[in-house]
């Protein structure tokens, strides 16, 4: 499966975006997936997961509250809705199987400056 990822850009402090994520064929929902970032000079480090066909979420502390993820199987599409956006979220975005994840698309660009 390969990933392609949207919905990145420049944006302020305080505001908010919503991330796309298009897979290249279906995916189970027994197959949790999931948001990763990497900022620069940074380990990618994981954003958030959903699991149990929708049913189950999980986010790291630092977006807990602001980031909410979500899926549509029948679009083959993952979603993060960011909100609240601080400067410490810039990164670029990728979307991945939650286990083992590899693969790795082009990722997306979002960037939190006033």
């Known amino acids: 499966v390969q990933f392609v990822e949207s919905g990145g850009g420049l944006v302020q402090p305080g505001g908010s975006l919503t991330l796309s994520c298009e897979f290249s064929?279906?995916?189970?929902?027994?197959?949790?997936m999931g948001w990763y970032r990497q900022a620069p000079g940074k380990q990618r480090e994981w954003v958030a997961s959903i699991a149990l066909g929708g049913k189950a979420v999980a986010y790291a502390d630092s977006v807990k509250g602001r980031f909410a993820i979500s899926i549509e199987y029948a679009k083959k599409g993952v979603y993060l809705q960011m909100n609240s956006l601080r400067p410490e979220d810039t990164a670029v975005y990728y979307c991945?199987?939650?286990?083992?994840?590899?693969?790795w698309g082009q990722g997306t660009q979002v960037t939190v400056s006033s």
């Open positions: 064929q279906s995916v189970s929902v027994f197959i949790p």
């Open positions: 991945n199987r939650a286990i083992g994840p590899s693969d």
